[in-house]
């Protein structure tokens, strides 16, 4: 018997930075575990330029990335979501689409390397941050006995998660 492999959606506003972030560091950490997708509630259109960098840099597969709405998870013959994770403040204050499947949500803010503004090097500096954030958060994740827990203890560690200052 095949174990599950859970779908994941990151959640931003402009789905830039921070939910492209994710994405891309669940993909390569929960390989085998985890299917990890991103979207905005009012997508940019593109990528952060410093983020497609240090996701190059860390040598992320970037390639198929792509600023989308997450109007497109609720669609029909969109995948049915297990958790949906928001990555910003107005993502998580927004009214969400409904999920096909009922997904485990939870909050998990970090500071937005694309509202920075600063020289390079700080907003770089800024990015690698954020991303060190998220990839601590998802390493926690990717860690837990999902199969063995249940549904409240499950949603109070995802909780918890967000809640770290790493």
């Not at 972030?21 to 669940?26: D, H, P, R, S, V």
């Not at 029909?76 to 927004?94: K, R």
């Not at 999920?99 to 803010?109: C, E, I, K, L, S």
């Amino acid at each position: 018997m095949s174990e599950k492999i859970y779908n994941v959606l990151f959640l931003c506003t402009g789905n830039s930075a921070r939910s492209i972030m994710a994405e891309c560091i669940l993909k390569r950490e929960g390989t085998g575990k985890f299917r990890a997708f991103s979207a905005g509630s009012k997508p940019r259109g593109e990528i952060d330029p410093t983020v497609l960098a240090l996701l190059k840099k860390l040598n992320y597969a970037t390639d198929s990335l792509r600023s989308k709405s997450w109007e497109e998870f609720s669609q029909p013959g969109a995948p049915e979501l297990d958790f949906v994770f928001t990555v910003c403040d107005n993502a998580a204050g927004e009214v969400c689409p409904v999920w096909p499947g009922q997904p485990m949500t939870a909050h998990w803010g970090v500071p937005d390397p694309a509202a920075f503004h600063g020289s390079e090097a700080e907003k770089g500096a800024h990015t690698a941050e954020a991303m060190r954030m998220l990839y601590n958060r998802i390493a926690v994740f990717t860690a837990l006995p999902i199969r063995s827990l249940d549904k409240l203890t499950l949603q109070k560690r995802l909780h918890d998660i967000g809640k770290t200052t790493d």
